[in-house]
């Protein structure tokens, strides 16, 4: 059990996937890194592993520097997104393997193998090999080869990813409840953000060279430090609407769609958003904040639009209008039903506005102590960070 | 397709395959008949299709002379002997290949090692036997022709092995790392099983070349050491070929590998239809 | 266009002695214009039924009909089904405008004929700008509409996709949903879709069929299906997050029959028409299912926001897990064994531990004979 701290890591090939990277995770911190694919994410916990050698910086554990310790002397443990079980082996020898490597007698290995595969339900299984099994109980497997080594940190690399919706829920129930995992550092890495939000403790969101915003989930969600978290977190994605601010009546108000859309702005933002008065914004409106009026609180800001496309999910439905020529997502109670081509009236929640740089992309309105915040936002996506971190 | 067709398609197919069984077997029912029949019958210009009188003593006769069931010995300690180092070195380099393209060479190397087995074995004839004649053991001994016939195996074992190498997922020893298991430990417990029919398949390939080969024990060995290869063409009277003696005697020379190959058939066909997919 | 009708199509596959009902007496129409998903769980037969209406498989017994025409015996090419398949198979030295032409030069359409609709499709796709790039240059959204192009081309009566999304990026997939959505209601074609995914079933097609186990299990708008689902298989499948269910019997005392858990811990009322019902079935078990959605966070003042009308009943439970999902969070309960899960707003802060009320309406506590798992509605 320990503190795995990142200094300053930096790995690449042809170009750099990871730039001087700093992260700590506290022992008992489960650390979820969401980005899309290809970005890195697994490069990094393969750096953690020892798997590669980062081009410069450090991995401390415990403050130890196990930079050049190769991975069999690491006592880290790894699930890969493939799983990557030993075909050959049955799965309790697979579940066995690190006990093995550390010639545990026999048995206490019989012994950890029956209560892992117990906690994990696959101790029916024990007998079978890795082909015989289901894709849920290989990724079990995998987690129980991990758990039974009792590690310093844990590395998790897309484990539910290629499930199906059932299973996915059952194994994040099983993430949130397992102890062993959850009273040791943990990064797990996944592309699907409701997985992030769901498990993480703290969250990385990570884009090209590294990691653009850290925070709870309600942080990430509820004020991302940028347009790139906020785009990539939330199904179906943040709508995003060029802008201006102008003040009408000594209000601040947000004037998009040539004049067609006019907001008033949060009275509790108008004060961050001041300065830039007869300037450009780029406004993010989640599609929950926008739904038919009759869903939302009498008193809220009101637009007419025309139904595009309408479909009712599982437990939402999901609404494209058309706010002359502007496309908007919005929500709605799954039951209703909304035909083509037909007029409905909006209603905005302009109290969950974003309000981004349209030229950095920065968060405007973020809180944080001392003037002129949101220029300092806007030269720097990672002094945001370190500044919220602060407030 | 139709059900019709498909069937009709099918049915021709296997009349065509069929056809195609018969012509192959027909040269080993032939030699294996010939093997029973009295040496006049062998000679007679009409060809028996079945031995009118039945000799199964040519099976003994064909050891009269003792040194031609040590011919045998001497093929199998050589073949198997080549089969063990051509594995040996073949597993190593080809994991090399697989696992560390840049430090070992890359891919250039490694084809050039397959292209020893390209040219003419002919042309290194005479120089091969001037440079083993030079060694202490000449060239007259089991090891000469062990180590010679590395020259042909082991470029085949080392491409074999690297191509069964590379389809074993470079993850399996990554997780067996991390589960603590050293590199060494992890490539004999985790990758070795995996390519385990690999490393069957081509164990008979080695073998049976090394077994077969002709050329070079003909003009190496002889005197101290002999292959059943060499054996074969002494069966004769005179200026008479004794065709029954030769056929009893290769027909039994063919028994090791066909045994070799039913035993291991199952890893055999594994092992060579990866390495044609991949290779 | 055409209206495509299924009489009880079977399908049984022979090898040796062994035979595989991969279809079993499936009734389906698809009327004129509409777009119906075929949804199943891997090997329950949707491919099966996919290949016959094309024409790649032959149908074991049964009939299919274009417009009221027997096509049993039609080879794929005269029936004109178009198909797209999961992998986009573009021809990579070609460009997207050759590409999509390349139906049409295979039957001798005249070159200006072939530019013509190329251009004609790619302005329905939104490809008009990329008609002359090469496939590698383009996205996988962008990939998934030339191979769609290429098959409606030339004109299909019927258009059948075959898991054409499962390799797209899950954030780049709604997208995609909705621009398939409006080439189905500008085209007006008829669209059969197979999916095992739900959600992409539920957001395209008009009526989706359930399969599972060779049989066609229930056919329905997603309202059909999410409030009367046939039966234990389709409440399950269909639903995220899943349904909870629970092994129940009757309980009759005194203040009208309801279903309690068979661990006693929760008991459901029902609406009178369903309870007169399972009174009338007598003393048997019972599967009780409710779905997350259904199931809402009472606040302090005991009222439930979201359900309207008077009938709402209560049951509390200790939280497991509160999952924070930005548009929604789940909460996991634990009742003694049973774990079941409910919908409610991200604004909620309840922590593990703590117990909650959670009210529901009798009318959308579903149940399943026990025996059959068929829905007793």
């Not at chain 3, 094309?54 to 089904?81: A, T």
């Amino acid at each position: 059990m320990a503190r795995l701290e990142l200094q300053g890591l930096c790995k690449g090939w042809d170009f750099p996937v990871i730039d001087r990277m700093d992260l700590t995770v506290e022992e008992g911190e489960f650390f979820v890194i969401v980005g899309p694919s290809g970005i890195g994410k697994t490069t990094l916990l393969r750096l953690v592993a020892g798997l590669e050698a980062p081009d410069a910086g450090k991995v401390l554990v415990d403050g130890r520097d196990i930079t050049a310790l190769p991975p069999y002397r690491r006592r880290v443990a790894m699930t890969f997104e493939s799983y990557a079980l030993y075909p050959h082996k049955t799965v309790a020898e697979n579940i066995a393997s690190p006990l093995r490597a550390r010639k545990t007698d026999a048995a206490t290995i019989a012994k950890r193998v029956q209560s892992v595969a117990e906690l994990l339900r696959i101790d029916h299984l024990l007998d079978r090999k890795p082909g015989e099994v289901s894709g849920g109980q290989k990724q079990r497997t995998a987690l129980g080869r991990t758990l039974v080594a009792d590690p310093e940190i844990f590395l998790l690399d897309e484990p539910i990813s290629h499930l199906d919706a059932k299973i996915r829920h059952e194994l994040r129930q099983q993430f949130h409840t397992l102890e062993d995992l959850r009273k040791v550092a943990t990064l797990y890495v996944t592309h699907d953000y409701a997985e992030a939000l769901s498990l993480g403790d703290r969250i990385g969101v990570m884009g090209s060279g590294g990691l653009v915003d850290v925070g709870t989930a309600r942080d990430l969600f509820e004020r991302p430090a940028n347009l790139f978290v906020a785009e990539h977190l939330g199904q179906p994605t943040i709508n995003v609407i060029p802008a201006r601010l102008e003040s009408h009546a000594d209000v601040l108000h947000l004037r998009a769609n040539q004049g067609d859309l006019l907001l008033p702005v949060d009275p509790a933002r108008a004060h961050l958003l001041a300065a830039r008065n007869d300037g450009a914004v780029t406004i993010g409106l989640r599609p929950q904040f926008v739904r038919p009026a009759d869903e939302m609180p009498a008193g809220s800001a009101q637009v007419t639009a025309n139904v595009d496309l309408y479909e009712a999910l599982g437990s939402t439905g999901i609404l494209i209008a058309d706010i002359l020529g502007l496309r908007i997502t919005a929500l709605t109670s799954p039951e209703r039903i909304f035909e083509h081509d037909t007029q409905v009236q909006l209603a905005v929640d302009t109290a969950a506005l974003h309000y981004f740089d349209p030229r950095t992309g920065a968060n405007l309105t973020l809180q944080t102590p001392g003037a002129g915040a949101a220029t300092a936002m806007a030269s720097s996506v990672a002094s945001g960070i370190s500044s919220r971190a602060e407030a | 397709m139709s059900e019709k067709n498909y069937r009709l398609v099918r049915t021709l197919l296997l009349i065509f395959l069929g056809l195609w069984t018969v012509l192959t077997l027909f040269p080993i029912y032939f030699k294996a008949i010939t093997a029973f029949k009295s040496p006049a019958e062998t000679n007679s210009t009409i060809p028996s299709f079945w031995p009118k009188e039945w000799h199964p003593e040519n099976f003994v006769s064909v050891f009269a002379e003792s040194s031609n069931f040590q011919s045998l010995v001497d093929s199998f300690v050589i073949a198997s002997g080549n089969t063990l180092l051509s594995l040996f070195l073949g597993t190593l380099a080809g994991y090399a290949f697989a696992r560390f393209p840049k430090q070992a060479g890359g891919e250039n190397l490694a084809f050039w090692i397959l292209s020893n087995r390209m040219f003419p074995p002919v042309a290194v004839l005479i120089p091969m036997f001037f440079l083993f004649d030079a060694t202490p053991w000449g060239t007259d001994s089991r090891i000469s022709l062990i180590i010679l016939y590395l020259v042909f195996n082991m470029p085949l074992a080392t491409w074999l092995m690297m191509v069964f190498f590379r389809d074993a997922p470079r993850e399996l020893e990554e997780a067996a790392y991390l589960d603590g298991w050293t590199p060494l430990q992890a490539f004999m417990r985790i990758t070795l099983p995996l390519v385990l029919p690999g490393m069957i398949s081509v164990s008979m390939l080695c073998w049976i070349f090394a077994w077969n080969e002709y050329l070079f024990a003909n003009l190496f060995v002889g005197t101290d050491v002999k292959t059943y290869t060499i054996v074969i063409p002494t069966f004769t009277h005179g200026s008479q070929t004794l065709w029954n003696l030769q056929m009893a005697f290769s027909l039994m020379a063919m028994l090791p590998p066909v045994a070799l190959f039913i035993l291991l058939r199952r890893y055999m066909v594994r092992g060579l239809s990866l390495g044609v997919v991949k290779g | 266009m055409a209206q495509v009708n299924l009489q009880n199509v079977n399908k049984i596959y022979r090898s040796g002695r062994t035979e595989v009902h991969a279809v079993q007496d499936l009734n389906l129409e698809i009327n004129n214009g509409e777009f119906v998903a075929l949804l199943g769980p891997s090997g329950c037969g949707k491919t099966s039924t996919l290949r016959m209406i094309v024409g790649l498989e032959e149908i074991s017994s049964g009939d299919i009909n274009f417009n009221g025409k027997r096509v049993n015996e039609l080879e794929p090419q005269h029936r004109n089904v178009a198909m797209a398949f999961e992998t986009y198979a573009l021809y990579p030295n070609f460009t997207i405008e050759e590409n999509l032409a390349f139906p049409l030069e295979v039957r001798g359409v005249p070159e200006d004929e072939r530019r013509r609709k190329a251009r004609d499709i790619a302005e329905i796709l939104k490809l008009t700008s990329i008609l002359d790039q090469r496939p590698g240059a383009l996205s996988g959204g962008q990939q998934q509409r030339v191979s769609l192009g290429r098959a409606l081309i030339r004109d299909p009566s019927v258009f059948i996709l075959d898991e054409v999304m499962s390799h797209i990026d899950a954030h780049l997939k709604f997208q995609m949903l909705f621009d398939l959505k409006a080439i189905h209601r500008d085209l007006g074609k008829t669209m059969v879709y197979v999916t095992h995914d739900q959600v992409e079933a539920l957001a395209l097609a008009d009526r989706v069929a359930v399969m599972s186990n060779a049989k066609l299990q229930q056919v329905g708008t997603r309202n059909e299906l999410y409030n009367a689902p046939a039966n234990v298989f389709v409440a399950d499948f269909i639903g995220e997050p899943p349904t909870n269910f629970f092994q129940a019997e009757v309980s009759d005392n005194g203040g009208g029959l309801a279903l309690k858990t068979k661990d006693g811990a929760l008991v459901f009322h029902l609406t009178e028409h369903r309870a007169g019902k399972i009174r009338a079935l007598g003393g048997r078990d019972f599967i009780v299912g409710i779905r997350p959605q259904n199931l809402r966070l009472k606040d302090s003042e005991g009222k439930s926001s979201a359900h309207t009308g008077s009938d709402v009943h209560d049951i509390t439970a200790s939280i497991l897990i509160n999952e924070y999902l930005g548009e929604r969070s789940i909460l996991t309960f634990a009742n003694g064994d049973t774990k079941f899960r409910a919908l409610v707003p991200p604004e909620t802060r309840a922590a593990p531990g703590e117990a909650v009320t959670l009210g529901y309406r009798p009318e959308d506590v579903m149940v399943f004979d026990a025996q059959t798992e068929a829905l007793i509605d």
